[in-house]
């Protein structure tokens, strides 16, 4: 069975940083894009970014510069941090494991989220 499971949300500040860690087990996704979504209340959820199996980065415009996506193969661990957090960045973040580019319809694995609150 395959499980995707998110630590490392919380509170902060405007201006503060969080980091998202999202460990897999159950099968190693070394040869598929590990990524980040986000849904925001009364939203879509969104691409936020995604490290491919080459360690090629994507990022979505609204978070470049501010986020860093990492992933570490070995332990089939994916993390993202967030510098510069913006109010705006409030949402629940999900891992997707499995597929690919920044579709949510192409990932075959997601966690169960983790909220992050930004205040102003």
């Known amino acids: 069975q395959v499980q995707l499971v998110e630590s490392g949300g919380g509170l902060v500040q405007a201006g503060g940083s969080l980091r998202l860690s999202c460990a897999a087990s159950?099968?190693?996704?070394?040869?598929?894009?590990m990524g980040w979504f986000r849904q925001a209340p009364g939203k879509e959820r969104e691409f936020v970014s995604t490290?491919?199996?080459?360690?090629?980065?994507y990022y979505a415009d609204s978070v470049k510069g501010r986020f860093t996506i990492s992933r570490d193969n070995a332990q089939n661990t994916v993390t993202l941090q967030m510098n510069s957090l913006k109010p705006e960045d409030t949402a629940r973040y999900y891992c997707?494991?499995?597929?690919?580019?920044?579709?949510?319809?192409?990932?075959?694995?997601w966690g169960q989220g983790t909220q992050v609150t930004v205040s102003s």
């Open positions: 490290i491919n199996w080459t360690g090629n980065l």
């Open positions: 159950g099968r190693t996704f070394s040869r598929y894009a």
């Open positions: 997707a494991a499995g597929g690919y580019g920044a579709d949510s319809k192409n990932y075959d694995y």
